[in-house]
T-cell receptor, first 115, second 110 residues
């Protein structure tokens, strides 16, 4: 139980375009989801916390107009990287609080490459 | 704010025991978690300590001392598949965001 499905697994896009990443909780309701970014050989850095039906809370230094987060339902949160640039190339991972003994569960991650 | 320190890399041979230490400084504390991440994969949950003491889950054990703001993950009977990065993480409240340590890369050699 407590599975989060993240899509796509990898994506290559051109500079200046936008990319949307989806995370769905399959067997539980995720009122809170977290979005992380991870550069090679580094730790997970929290970008933002999204709560269903309200605006996301962004961490300091994360541009909210560039990384658009939508959490319109209890099972779906999306991260849109707008006007992507090569420096946005990274591994993006979502996580959800399951509210149970499962604790936090993570999506499988999205490898974004901007060319 | 929160900060967690853990060693960057550990190398050991198959069958050995590895201990990964984690010290933390947090404004609040709900529990210390440990995650394993293989290259290219997502973090997977290993263990969680909310109270002082040792939690054992198969070959992996985790320890917490809240008075020392310290915990460790013990990997026993190391196997090649244990080569991965291991992260400690702290949450300040249930359902709140996790702050991760820098990660410890464990390399298991034959």
């Amino acid at each position: 139980g407590a599975v989060v499905s993240q899509h796509p697994s990898w994506v290559i896009c051109k500079s200046g375009t936008s990319v949307k990443i989806e995370c769905r909780s399959l067997d539980f309701q995720a009122t809170t989801m977290f979005w992380y970014r991870q550069f090679p050989k580094q730790s997970l850095m929290l970008m933002a916390t999204s709560n269903e039906g309200s605006k996301a809370t962004y961490e300091q230094g994360v541009e909210k107009d560039k990384f658009l987060i939508n959490h319109a339902s209890l099972t779906l949160s999306t991260l849109t990287v707008t006007s992507a640039h090569p420096e946005d190339s990274s591994f993006y991972i979502c996580s959800a609080w399951t509210g149970s003994n499962y604790g936090y569960t993570f999506g499988s991650g999205t490898r974004l490459t901007v060319v | 704010g929160q900060s967690l320190e853990q060693p960057s890399e550990v190398t050991a041979v198959e069958g050995a025991i590895v201990q990964i230490n984690c010290t933390y400084q947090t404004s609040g504390f709900y529990g210390l978690s440990w995650y394993q991440q293989h290259d290219g994969g997502a973090p997977t949950f290993l263990s969680y300590n909310a109270l002082d003491g040792l939690e054992e889950t198969g070959r992996f054990s985790s320890f917490l001392s809240r008075s020392d703001s310290y915990g460790y993950l013990l990997l026993q009977e190391l196997q090649m598949k244990d080569s991965a990065s291991y992260f400690c993480a702290v949450g300040v409240a249930a359902g709140n965001k996790l702050t991760f340590g820098g990660g410890t890369r464990v390399l298991v050699k034959p």
